[in-house]
């Protein structure tokens, strides 16, 4: 084995964007996201070992089965980057056995609080404006946006990995799953919280009695759980998904053809 090499900030760098920039394009149904791993450390590898038979070690030890959300898959490149830049083709092992273990964790974390919760957030606002007719706020608040996942989030990640090395299992393995089922519970509160700001679903049906008249949404819906309607709605679009012949498709076409129907006959109006 060679002598450790020290990296450059320069080829730290070249590790971060060549990930960043290709992340998921790099896919197939037998390793998932290894390609993409093997693509961002290979220059990095090419430094820490001259010899080939150690690179090609490394490569196909890269080349193994990974699958973890791209934003938290920052944290274990730098983890494994600084591993084997210390202890070289002895830190294979262990390289391959943090992936294995962090990588399902950091996936249940990465997808509840990025992918859903706050993806949804940002997507709820931006939409909201763009409804009200603001055309230059939304992509504003994306770039925004974009910026601070890559400078604010990413880039600290596979820092803080890269510093951390092996010290990332220790300090925090224990408290990954609490994490994991916390951002969940999070992430789902939050969804739900916004059927009733972003679904607008009335009624406009009325009941007589003599001279007495009743409006079903204010008199009773509203009065029984606000934005009740909208829960109903967004329930039975879950459960028609739940069911193979039901695609989002179909459901969209579904959502239209019964809106034009029950507008006509007066049973849905325009929200106030």
């Known amino acids: 084995m060679n002598e450790p090499v020290k990296l450059t900030k320069r080829d730290k ?22 390609p993409s791993l093997v693509y961002a450390l290979s220059p990095a590898l090419r430094t820490i070992y001259k010899d080939n038979k150690e690179y090609k070690a490394s490569l196909k030890n890269q080349f193994k089965y ?41 996936a249940g974390i990465g997808d509840s609080v990025f992918n859903v919760m706050m993806n949804t957030i940002i997507g709820s606002i931006t939409g909201s404006l763009a409804l009200s007719g603001n055309l230059v706020a939304p992509p504003l608040i994306g770039f925004v946006w974009a910026m601070i996942m890559l400078f604010g989030v990413k880039r600290p990640l596979f820092y803080g990995g890269y510093n951390s090395g092996i010290a990332i299992v220790e300090r925090f393995g224990d408290q990954l799953s609490r994490l994991t089922d916390a951002a969940s519970v999070l992430g789902i509160t939050v969804v739900g919280s916004l059927i009733p700001t972003v679904i607008k679903l009335e009624t406009g049906l009325q009941m007589k009695t003599g001279k007495v008249v009743t409006h079903v949404q204010a008199d009773m ?42 507008a006509f006959f007066g049973i849905l109006t325009v929200p106030k």
């Not at 760098?13 to 197939?28: C, G, H, Q």
């Not at 309607?229 to 069911?243: E, H, M, R, W």
């Open 13 to 34: 760098e070249k590790v971060f964007w060549r990930y960043t920039i290709v992340a998921n394009s790099l896919f197939n149904y037998a390793s998932m996201e290894a």
């Open 66 to 106: 990974f699958n973890t959300t791209p934003i938290m898959a920052e944290s274990l490149i730098g983890a494994s980057l600084a591993m084997e830049e210390k202890d070289g083709t002895k830190a294979l092992e262990p390289v391959q056995s943090l992936k294995t273990s962090l990588m399902g964790p950091f």
């Open 221 to 262: 819906l509203d009065k029984i759980m606000p934005a009740l309607l909208p829960l109903v709605v967004t329930f039975a679009i879950y459960k028609l998904l739940d069911n193979k012949k039901w695609t989002p498709t179909k459901c969209i076409f579904l959502v239209i053809a019964l809106s034009l129907v029950c």
